[in-house]
């Protein structure tokens, strides 16, 4: 490559993302609730803009998009790929040997017994079964125009009127 050439180092190309790989574009919705974003696959760079040339699966066409999130790729994760050979050398020791650490031991509870010659329905009363206490609650106090009105003091209307009308 023309850095190699340049620099003398390989260049390093861990952050390119891979052909092929799934993206979403960000499209202007229709609604307040509408698609904010499709999923597409990435081809490439383009070379006349400053975008990616996604390819639609639905539309079967290629457009260049700006706005573009990758998402993450789970299959590029490093798997260790056995070469000719290698299953033999594994198969002779085991991969805690190799390790240096042994499995943890399973442990075994013991489960205690019932006691069979013995009753134990009379020796025992079971629990009274006991409510429980409801919550407290808060005293609710009359207002004084109530407590008025209850020791006829007051009035209801509030206006100083008779409690019963003249007529009767």
């Known amino acids: 490559t023309p850095h190699e050439l340049a620099t003398g180092e390989r260049p390093n190309l861990a952050g390119l993302p891979r052909f092929g790989a799934t993206v979403w574009v960000r499209v202007d919705p229709l609604s307040k609730l509408g698609v904010r974003s499709k999923r597409g696959r990435w081809v490439g760079f383009d070379l006349q803009s400053k975008g990616h040339r996604v390819y639609w699966p639905d539309k079967r066409t290629i457009s260049i998009e700006r706005d573009v999130r990758f998402k993450p ?96």
């Open 73 to 168: 790729d789970v299959s590029t994760a490093a798997v260790d790929v056995l070469l000719e050979g290698e299953h033999l050398q594994n198969d002779q020791h085991s991969p805690a040997e190799s390790t240096g650490q042994h499995a943890p031991e399973k442990t075994v509870v013991p489960v205690p017994e019932p006691i069979v010659g013995a009753d134990t329905d009379q020796g025992c009363d079971p629990p009274p079964h006991v409510q429980p206490e409801p919550r407290a609650q808060r005293t609710c106090k009359p207002s004084q125009w109530i407590k008025d009105l209850q020791s006829s003091v007051g009035t209801a209307g509030g206006r100083g009127a008779q409690k019963l009308p003249s007529s009767i």
